[in-house]
């Protein structure tokens, strides 16, 4: 039997890998880039213009409890779903930044927020067999105290006992360079961002790091039940920028971010969505049109049942001329075209 594929060919689709809604990517969580492209091409179904299988299942990794990547990966997922014809995007949740990294690469999972300095490698490239969508939005990090803590500045943290964040997490990762290039030797715990606030409240750990957007669901939580206080990173700031030139830019948390918690000086790092690259052009395509055109109505209203059913400051940073800027890190084909179609 002679198959004749109608599809248009490469140059008609301007050079992108095709997919085709109602076809399937993957039925387990792990998969080659052999499969990927044969179920985006049809051709897993045979010759049928209209493939009687699943449709195109994709899994996002995110972030633990209490994160914004919990929460702003849920409402991705949720317009993903129903602005792409065909696409299911359910979330993982994870660690975060350098977890999502982990599974990305074991094709455990097909997208993932990361945090660009746990992704940047020491030669500035990305990962083998990865690569970006868009920038989403920049984290702060946070050095959170109880109002009444001994501990008044950076240095207070000495002995003490301080959550570094999640393992794998972008909030250790980042926590940990502050850490050395400050030479302050803390007790380390290993913690959530839900967690870490639930132990600084009752005084199990001394202070809390965050690498997250702001406002962050842990820190505002905690702050309208106890009085709170953010720790200045100025210094830390100008110290992670010398040293590690690319991810890091001084920034300031807004008094209107926390009950009662004053502007306050710290770093700032992006955060990226990942992708493989053995995703198909055409549908790299279609969602990074889909973040970009829905970025004003995106709500956490997600699957997660953890998630909060109210608006995501976050996405309010999602536009055009930030998404583009991944530093080293290259866009997909699939996304790099959607920009380039965008500016036609």
């Known amino acids: 039997m002679r198959c004749v594929d ?8 301007g050079g992108r890998r095709p997919y085709r809604p109602g076809t399937v990517l993957d039925r387990e969580p792990r ?3 052999r499969a990927v492209l044969l179920a985006a091409g049809g051709l897993l179904a045979g010759c049928s213009r209209q493939p009687e299988v699943g449709k195109v299942h994709l899994r996002l990794a995110t972030g633990p409890a209490g994160a914004v990547y919990r929460r702003i990966g849920g409402a991705l997922a ?8 065909g696409a299911t995007l359910v979330t993982v949740p994870s660690g975060a930044s350098t977890d999502n990294i982990r599974m990305l690469r074991a094709g455990e999972v097909h997208l993932g927020l990361t945090s660009l300095d746990a992704l940047i490698t020491t030669d500035g490239s990305a990962p083998e067999g990865l690569s970006a969508i868009c920038r989403l939005y920049d984290s702060h990090l946070h050095l959170v105290v109880m109002a009444g803590s001994a501990i008044d500045g950076f240095r207070g943290l000495e002995g003490r006992r301080v959550s570094l964040g999640a393992r794998d997490s972008g909030t250790e990762f980042t926590s940990l360079r502050v850490l050395e290039l400050g030479r302050v030797n803390a007790d380390g715990r290993y913690l ?13 750990i001394d202070a809390m790091f965050s690498l997250t957007g702001v406002p962050t669901p842990a820190v505002t939580e905690l702050a309208q039940r106890h009085p709170i206080r953010l720790i200045p990173l100025d210094a830390q700031a100008d110290a992670l920028f010398a040293a590690f030139p690319g991810p890091y830019t001084p920034a300031m948390i807004p008094a209107t971010a926390y009950a009662g918690v004053p502007a306050t000086r ?3 790092v992006p955060n990226v969505l990942l992708v493989r690259n053995d995703l198909p ?3 790299v395509h279609a969602i990074t049109d889909t973040i970009f055109t829905h970025t004003g109505t995106i709500i956490s209203a997600s699957r997660d049942a953890e998630a909060l059913p109210e608006a995501v400051p976050e996405t309010w940073q999602i536009n055009v001329r930030t998404g583009i800027s991944t530093a080293s890190i290259p866009l997909h084909p699939g996304a790099a075209a959607w920009f380039r179609d965008r500016k036609r």
């Not at 959530?192 to 199990?204: I, K, Y």
């Open 31 to 33: 998969l080659s880039r």
């Open 281 to 283: 052009d055409d549908l």
């Open 192 to 204: 959530s961002q839900a967690e870490s606030a639930a132990a600084l409240r009752d005084g199990e």
């Open 266 to 268: 710290t770093v700032a």
């Open 6 to 13: 109608e599809t248009p060919t490469s140059s008609a689709t």
């Open 78 to 85: 949720e317009h993903v779903s129903e602005q792409v014809p």
